[in-house]
């Protein structure tokens, strides 16, 4: 793994040139975390601040513990990976996407502890990541609260109910897709880390079309979305999703 | 000589904490009968949370009075401004609704009772400490001091005369739980609360819009010769009536439009406001809380729709 890193990281520097050893774009969101973020979850890899990625997000989260974003990159031509993070949160990794042979586009939901920057960076076929980024306001509390779940007796019983639906979108067919799960961070006291970690979009065969790997500050019940290109023609899909404690829950759609 | 000046410094930052002015205005719009008239704004330190009317009415029995406003420091102030109009004491304080805006300055109102409905005085005693803390954080020193202090006494609906003024509280719901409008058939006027809305985006925290709309027409029945709403300039009806109404179903039909395209929430809060909704106060930033509030119901009954 580590070794793969260090030769995508070189390869892009070669691919590059001069550019890569340029000096470093500066942050406009002016964070004291970018650099280790960059570090964490870029692999210290080569980034443009540009608008490759189009962000939707709120500037001020109404709801810490759902604050909406949809990101897509599908201007950047083919993408390998798209990268959630929010600075400044105590678990700042949201999700990681590899959208393989689907669009790269992607929407989910996070809570959020305090004001922080939320970015998405995509990787683009040259190995340049384009980062796009806007700050968060918040009065906060999101990761450090029990899931709504915990209220209710009987949570147990219909985790990993799912729900899903598909839409047309300009040629496109958009994936929602809904899991029961209470999705806990861990920092709530008491309460372990107990969270979907991947959710795998299948053919009916069982190969893969695209992975994301979601984190703990993915809201409860979490409602994602993706879409698959006009050109991918498949009758149905298969979405599996599994957690830190080794349940799977399958949803097939038909598309 | 560091010590000296933070010292001074501090002296300053009090005696400002202490002198926020609100500036309140009492506006007679019938006889004996006055509003309050808030910014049309978020919460700020600029506006110390005025962003909300209030009204009183000085009968015969003394005074009554319809929300209590964001802070303690509005409360005495409010208070201070009837007793500059009236030497008739207050007799009964009523909030409309558990929004904090119509009821933190309940604790100017020691010794008097104040009143609200049933769902109204048990969604303020649940109210979580959080939404106090994060009104402290908006507003800042116009907050010194400010605790929430839930109605002591639960308002019967009903016709009520109180000093030659035939009071009628209406219990209605929609914008929260538990709304409640005063309408004075003696004078014709209407304190709707935040029923209605006036040149103000309507808020949606708590709201259920089939409800709120169905609570309008009541209110429009009643036939008021002037409406009071809970922000924005009093008017004679239906201005305040339609704008709402209007306001609550295009957003009924876009959130349900959203849903049926499969947007996102995030993208449904970037859709383009129509002129009519732009016009509004604080438009944008009210549609994409609206967009948190209620697009989740919208999606889920679009993704377990069969």
Redesign the interface.
């Known amino acids: 793994m580590i070794t793969r890193r260090l030769l995508l990281g070189a390869g892009a520097a070669l691919s590059l040139g001069p550019r890569a050893r340029a000096a470093e774009p500066a942050d406009p969101l002016q964070s004291i975390s970018w650099a280790e973020m960059r570090e964490q979850f870029l692999g210290g890899g080569p980034v443009v601040f540009d608008d490759g990625v189009a962000l ?5 989260a ?2 810490a513990l ?1 604050v ?3 990101a897509d990159a599908g201007k950047l031509g083919p993408v390998t990976r798209l990268v959630a993070f929010a600075d400044l949160n105590p678990i700042p990794l949201i999700l990681d996407y590899r959208p393989g042979a689907l669009a790269p586009l992607i ?1 989910a ?1 996070f809570k959020i502890q305090q004001a922080t920057p939320l970015r998405v960076a995509a990787l683009d076929a040259r190995g340049l990541w384009h980062v796009a980024g806007q700050w968060v306001d918040a ?1 906060g ?1 999101g990761c450090t609260a029990p899931a709504l779940a915990h209220g209710t007796d009987d949570w147990t019983a219909h985790l990993g109910e799912s ?3 598909v ?1 047309a ?1 300009d040629g496109r067919r ?1 994936l ?1 897709v ?1 899991f029961r799960h209470p999705m806990d961070t861990g920092l709530a006291a008491g309460i372990p880390a107990f969270f979907i970690e991947r959710v795998t979009v299948e053919k009916p065969d069982g190969s893969l079309l695209g992975a994301l790997e979601t984190f703990e500050p993915v809201s409860e019940n979490p ?1 994602l ?1 993706v879409e698959l290109p006009a050109a991918l023609a498949l009758p149905a899909v298969v979405i599996r999703a599994r957690d830190n404690n080794g349940n799977v829950f399958r949803r097939p759609v038909t598309l | 000589m560091i010590r000296g000046i933070a010292f001074v410094l501090v002296l300053l930052w009090s005696g400002l904490a202490q002198a926020f002015d609100y500036g309140l205005k009492a506006v007679e719009v019938a006889p004996e009968t006055y509003v309050v008239i808030g910014a049309m704004e978020h919460f700020s330190r600029q506006n110390g949370g005025n962003i909300v009317n209030t009204g009183f009415i000085v009968t015969a029995a003394g005074v009554v009075v319809i929300d209590t406003g964001p802070s303690l420091l509005y409360g005495r102030q409010l208070r201070a401004l009837i007793g500059g109009i009236t030497d008739a004491p207050v007799v009964l304080a009523v909030n409309t609704h558990a929004h904090p805006d119509h009821y933190l300055g309940n604790g100017a109102f020691d010794g008097v009772p104040i009143a609200a409905l049933a769902g109204t005085r048990q969604a303020i005693a649940e109210a979580p400490p ?1 939404l106090l ?2 009104i402290y ?1 908006l507003v800042g020193d116009a907050m010194a001091g400010t605790q929430s202090v839930p109605p002591g006494e639960t308002l019967a609906p009903g016709l009520r005369e109180v000093g030659g003024h035939r009071l009628e509280f209406l219990a209605l719901g929609g914008h929260t739980g538990a709304d409640l409008a005063v309408f004075d058939r003696s004078t014709g006027v209407l304190f709707a609360g935040d029923l209605a809305f006036l040149d103000r985006t309507p808020t949606t925290p708590q709201a259920d819009l089939d409800h709120w709309l169905a609570a309008l027409e009541t209110l429009r029945a009643l036939k008021p010769a002037l409406v009071v709403p809970g922000h924005g300039p009093p008017a004679p009806p239906p201005a305040a009536f339609d704008q709402t109404a209007d306001y609550l179903r295009w957003l009924r039909r876009v959130l349900a439009e959203a849903a049926a ?2 947007l ?4 449904v ?2 859709l383009p406001l129509p002129p009519a909704v732009a016009a509004l106060a604080v438009a944008p ?1 009210e549609f ?2 609206s967009v ?2 209620l697009y ?1 119901a919208f ?2 009954a ?4 069969k």
Do not use: K, V, W
């Open positions: 939707s997000a709120p500037s001020s109404e709801d759902q909406p974003f949809l929407a939901r009065m509390g729900e899903a639906r839409f979108r958009r929602r809904s409602l979305t | 959080a803390d994060g954080r395209q499969g996102d929430a995030a993208e809060m970037a930033a994409a809380r948190i509030h989740p999606e889920r679009m993704l377990s729709a």
